[in-house]
């Protein structure tokens, strides 16, 4: 069973080598960004790097899982240091297409809706927020004042962000911390929901919506998620729970509890299998919980850019 | 035992998700419970009467000081003894000079006696005691602790009562809810009787009038209450409020926020039992208690006001927040202080025990903040969690 010492060494430690909390490569980051153009520009994408960690995230959840579940996790824990190597994860190659084409997607519907939007490649730093939500005040903190570095030297006006994580961080958290980037949008603000279609390829009409707890309670996006997908031409059901009321995916507790992590979600995955149609979330790290379970897509995989 | 809070918590949160039947009890329990919260969905009446407490709770705070003052003497002089205790060892020292040894005690349910530890206490100085909600009965003869501020016993499955009642009761009866709930009251009733002392608590206290209000449905608070000679109430000075009206808004609202229904009891109670019915002559008791003793808890909580964490004392105790909480409901009592469970017990925890004692505690809060929904009082139960996770009230 690992103890808090040896998950926040092994996330400091993957930050302070590679700027990236579970070690992503810049590949990895970036890959899906090829013909995206290049800051400057009016309106600069931040993706903060969670949508492509779900790959990351996906693979550290089971094995962070087995370490905890391993009668000889003990020894795990004594060895320390070595705990967080050990969880050197590969990410899955599926999964990592998906998710390139999801953020592919998200440009496309900016540009659709009009906003010409850039990337700025592998040098995009990571957003710091699992810093925050692990208690580690410092840490975020310095985290923080490299983005927002970052972000004033893009020059951009706005930034747009794609998840609701990311999103809280910047716009919640970082003027408490460290002061205030520019104007802050998430891409759902700026879709224009009737530039938006059912995308090609996606089987059924009728989809179930996991709320994000950030997206509906923080953001207060809940809304807007569900007129993007009715204008694209879905019927969206509604769990009992949904709205500002929705149930955690069990994500938060991925790092320090997986296994309760793992038993929230199969707990919602539940609550969802009683509706018909597909689960969708608007957020990476529901994405990577949920989707370990059984079938969840992401909204950026269910529409794209075209008049109905 | 590893000396590592956050390990320990973890262990015992893995043992109660490998505990297949309690799961299943707190699953069930979970799902009546949502069953009767709809029932409240877009009823004006309460909506109201949640307003309405919300104000009576924020004007008690901004002079709790003095109200706390003003019920003592009001109690005093309705012929009630009362305590105000600043400390924990100060609240179990009042009860234990007022009880004694060699008592048999009677008590209802009541959580800032569980944060006193006084059972255990009041047991160690030699006295017989008895838990006499059904709950709380279930949780003192099993050794479990509460997994909820009300359903105090909602991980115990009814095939667990059995065995339980089976051990310790030498229950031989049929396996159904009624019958084992009759048992029970059985044996609570004779013990009730009986009792030397009867140990209740209070949804409210009213400065004005000096009563004490506490909701129930089992009727075993108002028994523990009046039956017995000597009542002493325990309770935390936030359940002071101007007056008796106000006292049963808080009462009011409690009960519908539990159940989604009005209680079928409410006791008030403004001091021993009495008649002047010959002569005008005051004698004590008539068939109530002879004595009523109240003592009011600090235990940190005047500390409180003036800090973040003041907005944590207008806390009803309905335990909303908590049925609402999907890691509460995953881990039952694995995730408390003791008495105090979830995302609000991690508040309640730093307010009785310090912040020091919360912050492991916080480190399960998914800071969905859903919590936050449920809450009639708008008490900022997962925004004030995460900030403890972050250090906040720690030197």
Known sequence: ?308 | MSGDPFLELKREAYRWLSDERARAGMERASASFEASRRLLEGNAYVEELAREVREVKRRALRELESLVARARESLERNGAHVVVARTRDDALRAVGDIVGSGKLVVKSKSIVTEELGLREYLRGLGNEVWETDLGEFLLQISGNRPSHFVAVSMHLPREEVLDLLREKLNYRGPGDVPSMVGAVREFLRDRIMRADVGITGANAVAAEDGAVVQVENEGNARLTGTVPPVNVVVTGIDKVVPTLVDAFRVALLESYYVGGTPPTYVNVTSGPSGTRDVEHVLVRPAQGAKEMHVVLVDNGRSAALGTPLEEVLACIRCGSCQLACPVLTTVGPAWSSGAYMGGIGVLWTAITMGAGAARPLADMCAECRVCEEYCPMGIRVGLLAGEIKRGAGQT
């Not at chain 1, 080598?17 to 309106?43: C, F, H, I, N, Q």
């Not at chain 1, 962000?161 to 998430?186: F, I, M, N, Q, W």
């Not at chain 1, 809304?223 to 509604?238: D, F, I, P």
């Open chain 1, 1 to 308: 069973m690992l103890d808090k010492r040896s998950v926040v060494g092994f996330i400091l430690d993957n930050l302070r080598r590679t700027g990236d909390p579970l070690a992503a490569t810049g590949e990895e980051l970036s890959s899906w960004a090829a013909g995206v153009p290049r800051p400057p520009s009016e309106y600069l994408i931040y993706t903060g790097h969670l949508y492509q960690l779900v790959p990351r995230m996906r693979a550290s959840i089971g094995a962070l899982r087995a370490i905890d579940s391993s009668p000889g996790s003990g020894l795990v824990l004594r060895l320390g240091r070595l705990a967080a190597g050990a969880l050197s994860i590969a990410p899955d190659g599926g999964l990592s297409s998906r998710v390139s084409a999801m953020l592919r997607n998200a440009h496309d519907l900016l540009r659709a809706s009009g906003i010409e939007a850039s990337y700025a490649g592998p040098s995009e730093p990571y957003s710091g927020i699992l810093l925050h939500d692990l208690g580690l005040v410092d840490p975020f903190r310095e985290q923080a004042r490299r983005v927002l570095d970052f972000l004033e030297a893009s020059r951009a006006r706005v930034v747009v962000t794609l998840d609701p994580h990311t999103t809280y961080a910047l716009r919640e958290l970082y003027p408490k911390y460290v002061g205030s980037p520019p104007e802050v949008r998430h891409i759902l603000e700026l879709v224009d929901p009737s530039a938006v279609t059912r995308r090609a390829g996606v089987g059924a009409e009728d989809l179930k919506v996991h709320d994000s707890c950030l997206l509906a309670k923080a953001l207060g996006l809940h809304g807007r998620l569900r007129e993007v997908l009715s204008s694209a031409g879905y019927r969206v059901h509604e769990p009992a729970r949904s709205g500002t009321r929705t149930f955690c995916c069990g994500g938060p507790l991925s790092s320090l509890f997986p296994r309760v992590a793992a038993e929230i979600s199969r707990r919602r995955m539940e609550q969802l299998s009683a509706l018909p149609g597909i689960a969708v979330s608007a957020c990476p790290v529901c994405l990577a919980n949920l989707g370990a379970l059984g079938e969840v897509m992401d909204w950026l995989e269910v529409v794209e850019a075209g008049r109905r």
